[in-house]
């Protein structure tokens, strides 16, 4: 209970504050899968006797639909599976899996389930 009270953020780059990011994603990721979910049952039951043109729209967008939902689950296994490293191999996590160097707190932050740093990823370090 007191840790609740004295709790601070973790500091930036940690392992601590990468989990905390992941974990934060993961949220928002799961929320819009269910959303999605939702809305699908909510818009697979129109009468199809309607105007073609509106059949075509409706396609579509269930077809758009279907691509960014794909998307989220693949990006939900990604970060399931930093989280998954982050528990295995602590701050080793932080390393580029190439060079071994640490991936930087920027990259992190914007691609948090990245495994490379930026060198190896833009192919600059050989």
Request: glycine share 6%.
């Amino acid at each position: 209970m007191f840790d609740r009270w004295f709790s601070s953020k973790p500091e930036r780059g940690t392992v601590e504050w990468l989990k905390v990011l992941l974990e934060k994603q993961r949220k928002d990721l799961i929320k819009h899968i269910l959303a999605h979910v939702t809305w699908l049952e909510q818009n697979s039951q129109r009468p199809s006797e309607s105007d073609p043109c509106d059949n075509a729209q409706t396609q579509m967008e269930f077809d758009t639909a279907a691509g960014n939902q794909k998307t989220r689950i693949a990006n939900l296994a990604s970060i399931d599976k930093k989280l998954a490293q982050i528990e295995l191999l602590g701050s080793a996590s932080l390393a580029c899996i190439l060079c071994g160097r640490p991936i930087e707190t920027g990259r992190l932050e914007v691609v948090p389930t990245t495994e490379r740093c930026a060198g190896c990823a833009n192919g600059s370090k050989k």
